[in-house]
């Protein structure tokens, strides 16, 4: 059963377009001012801090330079004045030592913790440096040229935080107000564009209702609803003339009806008696045969559905793990959020774990989309394959070089022995898929722990038949799985990345599709022989 498109509403539609396009419009201009205002805010208090640095080092230059350090206590009175100041620091250059010494500290309230001597840290305050709730800067005091000291400020940028969630205030409910305003617009064309529309219906349903059609639309206040009354007028008329001529054939096929009834009737009987035992000859037979389906059905379907369970339950636990404690960190990170405690680091933090979990997820579902996407090539439909003639040669070339990208960085080794003018006609694409196959099998499973390695495919015409022979001197496989390597599921490298379908595969596309047969011989340390045969023409 087809599944049905959802209808949106004219309505929908106005207060979704409008509605989001204020908001965009919105969000970005608020955004834009924000941000200009914060930045405006934070130069004019680096270029202020700048400024009282310089005008400082030139007041306490003569002190420095005359190591009058109690003068200096006695008579600085200037960084009182200071507005948003909290901590000055005058480091005095030691010419023997070259050490920076302190030489004069002030604090605006003597109340306040004293800070540290930030006199390792004068390559990072070269240029004011904003912390969360202050702002820091230290310059150079210099006498033609000769820095003789240091000079550090600290100063408040708690006004610049208020004036900056002020202005977060501000912008939402500006914001909320655009919102509102454009819901009432959208309200309102809507109402407006709506009304004819819904005039049109009612004159329609009131027409089908009553099956009168003689009935008009009246006109509408605007041209494309003009039109539609118009042509549904028209409609009406064609409507009533071809009721007219409905009623009258109607009333000549219930002449026929009725002698073409007492004819039925009397067959009817006739047939009635015979059809009984064949109708219930034919539902045994419908039972045996759904029983027989359904009973084949659970047998492949329980096999199934074992090993799809078994790959694919690991990458989408994962996948679930994963989103569950990304969920988790966004609620965290939303409360801090609302409670306004959110912090850069929290956030970076978040951003992080985000990035990791979101990993493992698109990995873990990329591996489940994989598994599940071999588990449909499982069916092979033979009538799915196209027959044509081509050159089997050229097809083993096609395979190469599709396979290069991965063959190019391994050291392993592929020989071709096939006569170069054996035109076949056959299905190319499953030949392809099971060259590509066991190639790939070999480099994985067969070469695996080993340096180097040697694939030997050699094909020739026996009669009808295409007799390929594939080698290769890898490790061989193991007794314990050689029975059923053909079986699905059946790998080595279970939680490797390995779904087990590869060889089966192969079998389908052999037997199914090619209508042919597969062999397999080996020995451990001796490598693995595949010898395929398949009619052609």
Known sequence: MPTTQPIWSIRRIFLISIFSAFSILSILSLSIITHQFNKSYHDSAAEQIEHWAKVLADESLLYVVNSERKALNDSFLLPKHIP?????????????????????????????????????????LQTPQFKEKYLEYMQPIKVNNDIIGHIYLQSSIEHITHISDTLLITS?????????????IALKLERYICAPFTMLASTVQLAARQRNFQQQCEDMPYREADILGRNINILFARMEKRLAQLDSAEQQSLEHSQELETKINKRTEALKESNQELLSTLEKLHQFQSQLVESEKMASLGD????????????????????????????????????????????????????????????????????????????????????????????????????????????????????????IKSKPGPINQILINLIMNSIIHGFEGKDKGQISITVMSLSNQLNILFKDDGVG??????????????????????????????????????????????????????EINFPVS
């Not at 010419?95 to 002030?106: A, I, K, M, P, V």
């Open 172 to 184: 939402i409910i500006v914001f909320l107000i655009v919102c509102l305003l454009a819901i009432i």
């Open 304 to 423: 199934m559905v074992a090993g799809v369970a078994h790959e694919v339950n690991t990458p989408i636990g994962l996948g679930v793990t994963a989103s569950t404690l990304l969920a988790d960190r966004l609620d965290e990170i939303k409360s801090a959020f609302e409670d306004k405690t959110l912090k850069s680091s929290q956030l970076k933090k978040f951003l992080h774990d985000s990035s990791e979990n979101i990993a493992i997820i698109y990995r873990n579902l990329n591996r489940a989309a994989d598994l599940i996407s071999s588990f449909k090539k499982v069916a092979v439909d033979q009538s799915s394959e196209d027959i044509r003639t081509f050159d089997i040669k050229e097809l083993l070339r096609e395979v190469l070089l599709t396979l290069r990208p991965q063959l190019n960085s391994l050291p392993y080794v592929i020989n071709i022995d096939c006569p170069d003018d054996l035109t």
């Open 477 to 530: 496989v193991d007794e314990s799985i050689k029975h059923k390597v053909f079986e699905p599921f059946t790998t080595t490298k279970r939680g490797e990345g390995g779904s087990g379908l590869g060889m089966h595969l192969v079998y389908n596309l052999v037997t199914q599709a090619l209508g042919g047969s597969i062999v397999l011989s080996s020995e451990i340390g001796h490598g693995v022989n595949i």
């Open 84 to 124: 948003n100041l909290n901590h000055i620091h005058i480091y005095q250059l030691d010419r023997e030592t070259g050490d920076l010494n302190l030489f004069y500290s002030y604090k605006r309230n003597m109340q306040r913790t004293a800070i540290l001597e930030k006199h390792s840290e004068i390559a990072n």
